[in-house]
């Protein structure tokens, strides 16, 4: 019944940034936590960040600690990731998930809805 899209995906220099969003429909009144999570060819979906319903925990994979920044409104039931100092590395489709409940944080085991992905190339 959730449904997430995400926006924002394009083409920056390194060094450059972007901002992602993430609209989700179908909530209704569901706590709700929220992630982005990337992936590049060959590689499993990786952890980026999430945020609780709450917008009290956030967890940032170590890699982007200190560049990107995660946030949400839960009254528009938008999240956006906020790029900053964008990496090579940063190359992948990012993609918006939600699970009810609680954060699990590192992992894509147990988020159950998915957005189908923004693509965010990082030319040098």
């Known amino acids: 019944q959730v449904q997430l899209v995400e926006s924002g995906g394009g083409l920056v220099q390194a060094g450059g940034s972007l901002r992602l969003s993430c609209s989700a429909s179908g909530v209704g009144f569901r706590q709700y936590a929220m992630a982005w999570f990337r992936q590049t060819p060959g590689k499993e979906r990786e952890f980026v960040a999430a945020i609780s319903w709450s917008t009290e925990s956030i967890y940032y994979e170590d890699s982007v600690k200190g560049r990107f920044t995660i946030s949400r409104t839960r009254a528009q039931n938008t999240m956006a990731l906020q790029m900053n100092s964008l990496k090579l590395a940063d190359t992948a489709v990012y993609y918006c998930?939600?699970?009810?409940?609680?954060?699990?944080?590192?992992?894509?085991?147990?988020?159950?809805?998915w957005g189908q992905g923004t693509h965010v190339t990082v030319s040098q």
């Open positions: 998930a939600a699970k009810e409940g609680a954060i699990i944080a590192g992992t894509d085991i147990g988020w159950n809805v």
